[in-house]
């Protein structure tokens, strides 16, 4: 039972445009929400959060939105850059003791110049 | 540097043989992970250390033996491994209150 999903496994956009990547899950308890990036031969590198209190949290170019109701969030990269590319995983937890994050399987995204 | 070092970052094995991932943090976070990843599949949570002590185990198969000495330290002790537990094997650590993982770039084994 997969509880966090992105279903898209690559995404190919062109510099400048804007990038969406999404996920969706399927558990209510998750209350805190994560984008991590990763680069080949590198661990994933913490990239933006939201916690269930918000529905949007903005870091220069890259927002993440939240809808609690449709256990959907997304990752808005504007303007997409080529080093944008790399795989993005969207990640879950509860926040209580020794946070868990549980994964998805990652979206590659790809921008072309 | 990530904060988290993880060693070696590539290892070949054959499945008779027992070898040892090193993972070292020195965040001074209290929590300590060991994540698979194959292809095309999520990251895969196989063991959490909080304090130290093992707080999860993700049915992990017993050829797969984590240690925690103390807050810094987590291995993985490998014996008798099937070639499709060939995989990046990551190491994070975080502080346990709700706050992100940092990760290590991780081991890439390859059991032949």
């Known amino acids: 039972d997969q509880q966090v999903k992105q279903n898209s496994p690559s995404l190919s956009v062109q510099e400048g445009r804007i990038s969406i990547l999404n996920c969706d899950y399927t558990?209510?308890?998750?209350?805190?929400f994560l984008w991590y990036k990763k680069y080949p031969a590198e661990g994933p590198t913490f990239l933006i959060s939201?916690?269930?209190?918000?529905d949007k949290n903005e870091d220069g170019r890259f927002t993440v939105f939240l809808n609690k109701s449709a256990k959907h969030l997304s990752l808005h990269i504007v303007p997409s850059q080529p080093g944008d590319s790399a795989v993005y995983f969207c990640?879950?937890?509860?926040?209580?003791?020794?946070?868990?994050?549980?994964f998805g399987q990652g979206t590659r995204l790809t921008i072309n110049p | 540097e990530t904060g988290v070092t993880q060693t070696p970052r590539h290892l070949v094995m054959g499945m008779t043989n027992k070898k040892s991932l090193k993972c070292e943090q020195h965040?001074?976070?209290?929590?300590m992970y060991w994540y698979k990843q194959s292809a095309k599949k999520p990251l895969e949570l196989m063991f959490v250390?909080?304090?130290?002590?093992?707080?999860e185990n993700n049915s992990v198969p017993s050829r797969f033996s984590p240690e925690c000495p103390n807050s810094s330290h987590l291995f993985l002790h490998l014996h008798t491994l099937q070639p499709e537990d060939s995989a990046l094997y990551l190491c994070?650590?975080?502080?346990?209150?709700?706050?992100?993982?940092?990760f290590g770039s991780g081991t890439r084994l390859t059991v032949v």
């Open positions: 994070a650590s975080s502080q346990g209150d709700g706050g992100g993982y940092t």
């Open positions: 558990n209510s308890m998750f209350d805190y």
């Open positions: 939201i916690s269930s209190i918000k």
């Open positions: 990640a879950a937890s509860q926040i209580q003791g020794a946070q868990k994050l549980v």
């Open positions: 965040l001074g976070h209290n929590a």
């Open positions: 250390y909080s304090l130290e002590e093992r707080v």
